[in-house]
């Protein structure tokens, strides 16, 4: 088993939906949570981080961590075509000063 | 206000052959990770640095590949006698001090093995 899964999707949605991508982990020593952006064949781009649970909002995005069922999420409000590419979610145990990441959801948004 | 640099971004080796992967942190940041993407996979932790210190190399294979970060210069991952698993996307990131969490990736270098 994975330390943390996510759907691959793909994940498609006209313009103005909101979207919904998550993860799921099983190590419970994780206390951040990070959510990162990929277009397709660049770096990662930092877009969240949350520490422990709660919810965190940054413009149309919200992300969410619950740590009793060990699921994360990342909502996307009024959704742009701009914002298809491919979202990873990933996690650190303090200390460990590394990332484990999802495999990455790929989203894309239908004008 | 530059970003995390790599270079080169597009790297072809033959079989065999050495292949050197450079990495310039943001401006400010002392910490630089290292990892490897992989087709229709996740990225994957390799190696942890800090300048002149390896901090972490638990995600490293044990042979060919190697990684350093000098006091003067960008940090480098070396892969000798490169074979076709290696082909890969190789993304260096780097932290501020103290929030190691708070990773900033660079480009990535994409390397091919004929």
């Known amino acids: 088993q994975k330390e943390v899964e996510q759907d691959p999707g793909p994940l498609s949605v006209p313009e103005g939906a909101i979207v919904s991508l998550n993860c799921t982990y099983s190590?419970?020593?994780?206390?951040?949570f990070m959510w990162y952006r990929q277009y397709s064949r660049k770096g990662p781009e930092l877009l969240m981080y949350t520490y422990s649970s709660g919810n965190k909002e940054d413009g149309r995005f919200t992300a969410q961590v619950d740590k009793s069922s060990k699921y994360i999420s990342l909502f996307i409000r009024d959704s742009q075509p701009s914002d298809s590419a491919t979202y990873l979610c990933a996690m650190e145990e303090q200390g460990a000063q590394k990332l484990v990441f999802g495999q990455g959801t790929r989203l894309t948004i239908n004008p | 206000n530059a970003g995390v640099m790599q270079n080169p971004r597009h790297l072809v080796r033959r079989r065999g052959q050495e292949a050197r992967l450079r990495c310039s942190p943001m401006?400010?940041?002392?910490?630089v990770y290292w990892y490897r993407q992989l087709p229709e996979e996740g990225l994957k932790f390799m190696v942890y640095l800090q300048k002149e210190n390896i901090i972490d190399e638990s995600g490293m294979p044990k042979e060919r590949f190697s990684a350093e970060f000098p006091k003067e210069g960008p940090s480098i991952l070396r892969i000798q006698q490169v074979v076709r698993g290696d082909s890969a996307a190789y993304f260096c990131?780097?932290?501020?001090?103290?929030?190691?969490?708070?990773?900033?990736f660079g480009p990535g270098t994409r390397l091919t093995v004929t």
């Open positions: 190590n419970s020593a994780f206390q951040y």
């Open positions: 990131a780097s932290s501020p001090p103290g929030t190691p969490w708070e990773q900033y």
């Open positions: 401006k400010g940041h002392s910490h």
